[in-house]
């Protein structure tokens, strides 16, 4: 099992930058595939970004490509989500997820406009 802690949110202006972190506990952090997720008010969960064991292989959400970049650090068992050129609609509490079943309590992200 491992246990997820998120920290980076805040309020930013549209167009502005925040980088995310998911800090885990326990040894195995390089044995899961990692994920970023988010959830609006009244909107499902969706996923935003996720990455392989290894930090070889990513995926974006359409909304998020090219303005997000998900990373990880297996040294210091740490994903990170970095978000430029945020979008009011960036607006939602963002998890981070191991394997998809082992989940953060979340941080919220408010983007102004």
């Known amino acids: 099992q491992v246990q997820l802690v998120e920290s980076g949110g805040g309020l930013v202006q549209a167009g502005g930058s925040l980088r995310l972190s998911c800090a885990a506990s326990?040894?195995?952090?390089?044995?899961?595939?990692m994920g970023w997720f988010r959830q609006a008010p009244e909107k499902e969960r969706e996923i935003v970004a996720a990455i392989s064991r290894s930090g070889n292989n990513t995926y974006y959400a359409d909304s998020v490509k090219g303005r997000f970049t998900i990373s990880r650090d297996n040294a210091k068992n740490t994903v990170y989500l970095q978000m430029n050129r945020l979008k009011p609609e960036d607006t939602a509490v963002y998890y981070c997820?191991?394997?998809?079943?082992?989940w953060g309590q979340g941080t919220q992200v408010t983007v102004s406009s």
């Open positions: 997820a191991a394997d998809y079943k082992y």
């Open positions: 326990g040894r195995s952090f390089s044995s899961y595939a």
